[in-house]
Nanobody, 120 residues
Framework: QVQLVESGGGLVQAGGSLRLSCEVS????????MRWYRQAPGKERELVGA???????DYADSVKGRFTISRDNFKNTAALQMNSLRPEDTAVYYC??????????????WGQGTQVIVSS
């Protein structure tokens, strides 16, 4: 069994910063891609960015230059540093991990989500 726990959401004024964290625990042999998604009210879930096990990153155009994803492979954690936040960044943010367990089974796991609210 694998669990993802996110933390770090909250309320911030436009132009401010927040840092989200995601910790993966349980039966883990290796973690491939880790991603951050978000879902705003009334909208579909969208990919914010991703990071490979080797640290290569990719971002949605809407957050490029403002958001940064990092990970610690020893601690099985990932982080999303969000700067220059805008009201349109308001959403529930979800962590995603592609995990291979000790029996070589590979599955995708999601965190429970953390709310980010950016006030204007």
């Amino acid at each position: 069994q694998v669990q993802l726990v996110e933390s770090g959401g909250g309320l911030v004024q436009a132009g401010g910063s927040l840092r989200l964290s995601c910790e993966v625990s349980g039966n883990i042999f290796s973690i491939n891609d880790m991603r951050w998604y978000r879902q705003a009210p009334g909208k579909e879930r969208e990919l914010v960015g991703a990071i490979t096990s080797r640290g290569y990153t990719d971002y949605a155009d809407s957050v490029k230059g403002r958001f940064t994803i990092s990970r610690d492979n020893f601690k099985n954690t990932a982080a999303l540093q969000m700067n220059s936040l805008r009201p349109e960044d308001t959403a529930v943010y979800y962590c995603y991990a592609d995990v291979r367990n000790s029996w070589s089974r590979r599955d995708a796991y999601w965190g429970q989500g953390t709310q980010v609210i950016v006030s204007s």
